[in-house]
């Protein structure tokens, strides 16, 4: 952190500040002479001081309290981490919670330590007196300091009836309970139902009944009204699991219904919870994971099919059918589900007259000049999903150029192997025209992903007179697909998007798809401007969508490979 950086690196000297970072170092070494109130005031000290951004600081302090804390803390660390939680109030609200949180935190270590069992257990005893100190106001602490205070010294309704009454007979106990419910009814009264739960799974006080926990899953505190409904048994479990189900929830439902053996109980909830999950896979266009997902169900595969159909991707019904051996099943569904290809838009309908596949030089170079020719295009690129946790994306392997009636995919990966130095200068030619305008959808991404799979290209580091459609259309929803329903009339089928981009030959369908993302743009831009006061003339209408233009000329040249 800053305020140590000062201290380590320059040394004490006599600036004040120099001198206080060095007694902070000095007493964070050795605590065995430091009472708790100095060491909190020291913590403070060091969050003032320090240079870094709030977060920066608070866990590098964490850091800092861990070591400390194992550092001779007398009588020993949980003791003085209790005795430390009583004077962290005395700081006032900004510093209160994250401090406590801080300490609670770094006690959580020390717990499987051999050696300081003996101060736990005494440690336990304080802080059941605190909850107490807590719960009547006497300690102004957070309803969420009060908790990680019950978890972190695993505080039982002992621990509360010593600190009540000095003993751990029977007769405490219930009257430990009874004392503790009068405080649960308040928070209940109040809404504090994070806390008020709490207590009740902690201490076992019967204090909550069915219309509570309906009250909880009525204001959407379902985490809490698990919690409950665990304690309360069986037949709560299930009216949550039925309130799930009725909420469309099936995960939560079949997590509670595996976590409790409630399948005999459920039995259809786990096929319901797969079957969701496959289809939104499936409107993803995720339809690999999807089949992987159905696991060889053959209910499950059916359902992949059945949803393939309905979204027109018949290459992918006919893949799955071969497969798995589905063409009955096919034909028993084609006569009362057809799938309607009129619901979405397509390149006919637009009256695209040509879709140019370019993998050559020379082919490269007669797409640039076609390209040169226009006023406005459309852009879009594709790369091959990468589903893989923290791996890095894949490569762009094809972008798309499109007028109103021609569209160009060029095949990135073999153009870039063929000649890279071509490559690069034809589309320095393209993004850097101030005669052509460019539609993008979410372009910035498109662009990010292009220089990080061909970054030795400067083409793609430059560009002049971009238009990125999302921030012209900033209140619509639904993406791409979106903004044709809106301006058009009919949206766009998505459910190729996540096909494998590097296999060659792409498929007529996948080259469809391509082209019809980038052709659409210009479609809906001339629709734009057709629907606009006099018919787009006006200054007022350029004006707007030219406040949207963006370029960037990057002046550093990158030495060139080629």
């Not at 801080?102 to 336990?124: I, N, P, R, W």
């Not at 370029?551 to 040249?557: A, C, G, I, P």
Request: proline residues 3%; negative net charge.
């Amino acid at each position: 952190m800053g305020r140590f950086e000062e201290v380590t690196q320059e040394g004490p000297g006599t600036n004040q500040h120099n001198d206080e970072g060095s007694i902070c170092l000095h007493t964070f070494s050795n605590l065995s002479h430091v009472p708790p109130a100095t060491f909190i005031y020291l913590l403070k000290d060091c969050y003032v001081y320090g240079t870094n951004k709030a977060t920066s600081k608070f866990k590098i302090l964490m850091q800092l309290v861990k070591v400390a804390l194992n550092n001779a803390p007398q009588p020993g660390p949980f003791t003085y981490a209790v005795q430390c939680m009583y004077i962290v109030p005395l700081l006032g609200k900004t510093y209160s919670e994250g401090f406590s949180h801080m300490l609670t935190s770094s006690l959580k270590h020390l717990k499987s330590v051999e050696s300081l069992q003996k101060d736990f257990l005494e440690a336990k005893y304080l802080a059941a007196q605190l909850v107490l100190n807590i719960l009547d106001s006497v300690v102004p602490h957070e309803n969420r300091i009060l908790v990680k205070l019950l978890e972190t010294f695993e505080i039982e309704l002992r621990d509360m009836a010593h600190a009540l009454y000095g003993s751990e007979l029977d007769d405490d106990l219930v009257k430990a309970r009874e004392h503790l419910r009068q405080y649960v009814k308040c928070f209940m009264e109040s809404e504090s139902n994070a806390i008020a739960v709490a207590l009740i799974t902690r201490f076992s006080i019967q204090c909550c009944d069915e219309s509570f926990l309906i009250k909880l899953i009525e204001s959407n505190q379902l985490d809490i009204a698990e919690e409950c409904a665990t304690f309360m048994g069986k037949e709560m479990i299930s009216l949550l699991i039925q309130k799930f189900l009725d909420m469309k929830m099936l995960k939560s439902a079949n997590k509670l219904v595996k976590e409790h053996d409630l399948t005999e109980e459920f039995p259809d909830v786990s096929y319901l919870y797969k079957e969701s999950l496959v289809k939104k896979l499936a409107e993803k266009g995720c339809w690999d994971i999807a089949e992987a997902r159905a696991k060889k169900e053959t209910k499950l595969v059916e359902y992949l099919v059945y949803l393939a159909m309905e979204a027109g991707y018949m290459e992918k019904v006919d893949e799955l059918c071969q497969r798995y051996s589905l063409e009955g099943y096919v034909n028993s569904l084609v006569p009362e589900k057809v799938f309607c290809g009129s619901d979405y838009l397509d390149l006919k309908k637009l009256d695209v007259q040509e879709i140019v596949w370019v993998d050559e030089i020379n082919g490269l170079l007669n797409a640039t000049s076609c390209i040169e020719a226009c006023k406005i295009v459309g852009m879009d690129c594709e790369w091959r999903p990468n589903f893989e946790k923290y791996s890095k994306p894949s490569k762009v392997s094809i972008i798309q150029i499109a007028s109103d009636k021609i569209a160009f995919i060029f095949d990135l990966i073999k153009l870039y192997e063929d000649d890279p130095k071509v490559l690069d200068s034809c589309f320095r030619r393209i993004m850097c025209s101030s005669n052509i305008l460019k539609l993008g959808f979410d372009i910035q991404c498109d662009l990010h992903q292009l220089a990080q799979s061909y970054g030795e290209l400067e083409c793609f580091q430059s560009y002049e007179m971009l238009l990125d459609m999302q921030k012209l259309f900033k209140g619509v929803n639904g993406g791409l697909s979106g903004l044709s329903k809106e301006i058009l009339g009919a949206s766009l089928n998505k459910t190729r998007r996540n096909s494998n981009w590097e296999q060659r030959p792409l498929s007529q369908k996948q080259k469809e798809y391509a082209a019809l993302d980038a052709v659409v743009l210009v479609h809906i831009f001339h629709e734009h401007i057709r629907r606009q006061p006099q018919f787009g003339v006006s200054e007022g209408c350029k004006t707007e969508w030219k406040s949207h233009v963006v370029s960037r000329v990057n002046s550093v040249r990158r030495p060139s490979r080629f």
